[in-house]
């Protein structure tokens, strides 16, 4: 069975369910990948930050030598913020296609449009626990990931994290436009605002951490640990006879908004695909719409003094 995809301003489908690797250690995360494979999707999305893309390079491999073709795999990739120098966005590209084992990627994003200091140290905090940031504007970084395409190193660019603000500012300015903007989303974080605006330029979005990291440290500081075990939620799920993880990434998926959700559980892989074979109503979604209440977790805080931090201005 073919898994509904949406379609890129480029031409290209994109899976709307891909697996997501954030967080997914070295051995369990070629394991994810390969069961996940092996169970029918086709998207993985990772990044040179999550150090885990020679392991999902191992699992691709693995697979395709057993017959599977690599035009029917989507790999995302992310340039990291310490690769925002314009001379740094190609070697990091190429060693993320080298530790991956491909010859392009399907998409490639800006991770986040903050600049970090240059360096193998992806996270170059100060004493007080603020990132070392360099005067380098996202546009600068784009128009080099511009030239990634030329290359035909990659299909199509994107970016991670931007506002409304930042995005209008690369359609404005670029030669090429962003095919997609990944953002956190679930129900307690619906991003009406940037999903009406991204549906009018044609950019796709896609939403990270879309049942809110149940269980995590985040979910209970930032008030959404209760997302799975929402009254609306639960409800809408039992009506379906779905688990409400299921319900919340159908959700996105009627709204086509394309979902990575994290697991290396087999059964959870399988869980989260199963979305396919039934549909919530007008009634469901607009219930699950109104549950929205701006329940953000990652803020990117080391560098929120920075003049393009992005969480300024609503989602």
Request: negative net charge; hydrophobic residues 40%; contains cysteine.
């Amino acid at each position: 069975m073919t898994w509904p995809a949406v379609r890129l301003c480029t031409g290209a489908s994109m899976p709307l369910l891909g697996l997501g690797t954030w967080r997914a250690k070295q051995n369990e995360c070629y394991q994810a990948v390969k069961t996940a494979l092996q169970m029918g999707y086709r998207h993985i999305d990772t990044a040179e930050f999550y150090q885990n893309e020679k392991e999902i390079g191992q699992a691709l491999l693995e697979q395709f030598t057993a017959g599977l073709k690599r035009e029917e795999v989507f790999v995302t990739s992310k340039l990291w913020n310490t690769r925002h120098h314009p001379d740094d966005v190609l070697p990091a590209c190429q060693r993320s296609l080298t530790d991956l084992g491909l010859d392009y990627l399907d998409l490639y994003l800006m991770h986040f449009p903050v600049a970090y200091a240059r360096g193998d140290n992806f996270l170059p905090y100060d004493d007080k626990g603020q990132a070392s940031t360099m005067d380098i504007h996202f546009m600068d970084t784009w128009k080099a990931m511009e030239k990634l395409v030329d290359a035909g190193l990659v299909k199509a660019i994107g970016v991670s994290n931007f506002n409304i603000s930042q995005m209008e500012e690369v359609l404005t300015n670029g030669r090429i436009k962003p095919a997609v903007n990944q953002v956190e989303s679930n129900p307690y974080l619906g991003c009406h605002r940037l999903l009406e605006y991204c549906t009018a330029k044609d950019v796709v979005l896609t939403a990270f951490c879309p049942l809110a990291k149940p269980g995590s440290k985040e979910a209970e500081q930032y008030g959404v640990a209760s997302l799975l075990q929402d009254p609306v939620i639960m409800e809408i799920s039992r009506k379906h006879g779905k688990t409400p993880a299921q319900v919340c990434l159908k959700w996105q998926v009627q709204r086509n908004v394309v979902v990575i959700p994290k697991s290396v559980s087999p059964a959870r892989i399988q869980e989260n695909s199963q979305l396919f074979d039934f549909d919530l109503s007008e009634d469901d979604m607009a219930a699950i719409n109104r549950l929205d209440k701006n329940g953000r977790m990652v803020w990117f805080q080391p560098s929120e003094t920075h003049p393009l931090w992005p969480f300024n201005e609503e989602f």
